[in-house]
């Protein structure tokens, strides 16, 4: 359950959990926190366990040289590692690092690897489910695995056709589309759902993880059914942070895995992945002429140049050429 954030003792005079309970008190989401943790902890080991207190800009500027020089990492990782160290300075130390100067990464993104819709059906077509559902999802939703993996009941919309993303990357809200191919499975499939969660609060258990205090806020939230997960683990888990047993969602491990595995029996070569149906979603979209801005809504990107590396991939390229060959 790597999306429940772990306890954290009260009066903690540990630095990390001061850390964590100064991220969590600026209401960033936790994937941040554990992306800020990991890069801060890389930084105190860098210099041999030095405290953050004794160092300062010279010693940010040579982790982060280190990162490109030596561990030759893409520009998106070596910015990912500055904006948790200046987090650390400027926010939670309150020692501001000032301007800094260190050899940036050189390594771009690559272009995506992308399916054509023929690849996609097939690998979807080599899944059971309900991971072919989920596949599903990923491609004709553009869901990223873990906003695929954390769906609640009540964020499916079958009225007007919509899926909430909710918390996504960079803790933002977002609607996307829900694929009227996949809208009788879906409710065949919720239906199944529900019939567990009952079976589980015959069973005296019942209970979800909510995020944040909701669970204080609404006690009977964790046993409503517009709360569970659409894609629940098949079996009980115990939660070792609280040890309160639940059913929590399918893990990312086993969706991957399928994925893995019917690309092998669908004889598709690409290096591809669970994002290669998000990839796939937005190449789509961009073949059928639906503009970058709408395009960057329903994927959640921050900026457009995120968005603007798929017309990279489309079959005609980025200016519409086709090879005099053609």
Not at 148 to 176: N, P, S, W, Y
């Amino acid at each position: 359950m790597d999306e429940v954030p772990i306890p954290i003792s009260t009066g903690s005079t540990r630095f990390l959990d001061q850390l964590r309970s100064h991220i969590r008190s600026q209401g960033l989401a936790y994937a941040t926190e554990k992306t800020y943790v990991h890069w801060i902890v890389q930084f105190i080991y860098f210099h041999q366990k030095k405290h953050p207190r004794e160092m300062g800009s010279s010693e940010v500027e040579m982790f982060l040289s280190h990162l490109s020089l030596n561990r030759n990492v893409a520009k998106g990782t070596q910015r990912i590692a500055l904006n948790s160290l200046v987090y650390l300075y400027n926010r939670f130390l309150q020692l501001p690092l000032g301007t800094l100067n260190w050899k940036s990464a050189k390594r771009q993104p690559r272009i995506p690897t992308v399916f054509t819709h023929q690849e996609a059906t097939a690998v979807i077509g080599q899944m059971s489910a309900p991971y072919s559902l989920m596949a599903g999802l990923m491609y004709g939703a553009g869901l990223r695995i873990s906003e695929c993996l954390r769906l609640r009941i009540k964020d499916i919309d079958f009225g007007m056709q919509t899926i909430v993303v909710r918390e996504g990357k960079g803790a933002k809200d977002r609607t996307t589309v829900l694929p009227q191919s996949l809208v009788v499975p879906l409710q065949q499939h919720i239906e199944q759902v529900l019939l567990l969660h009952s079976k589980d609060l015959n069973n005296g258990f019942g209970r979800v993880y909510l995020p944040d205090a909701l669970s204080r806020k609404y006690p009977n939230a964790e046993t409503s059914p517009e709360w569970q997960f659409v894609f629940p683990a098949p079996r009980l888990s115990q939660d070792p942070r609280s040890s309160e047993w639940r059913r929590h969602h399918i893990i990312d491990r086993s969706l991957q895995k399928c994925v893995k595995v019917a690309l092998q029996q669908a004889k598709i070569y690409k290096k591809a992945g669970c994002h290669t149906f998000r990839h796939s979603f937005a190449t789509r979209l961009l073949e059928k002429g639906y503009d970058l801005r709408t395009i960057q809504t329903l994927l959640g990107h921050n900026d457009i140049s995120t968005t603007q590396i798929y017309t990279h991939v489309v079959k005609k390229g980025a200016l519409g050429v086709c090879s005099p060959i053609d």
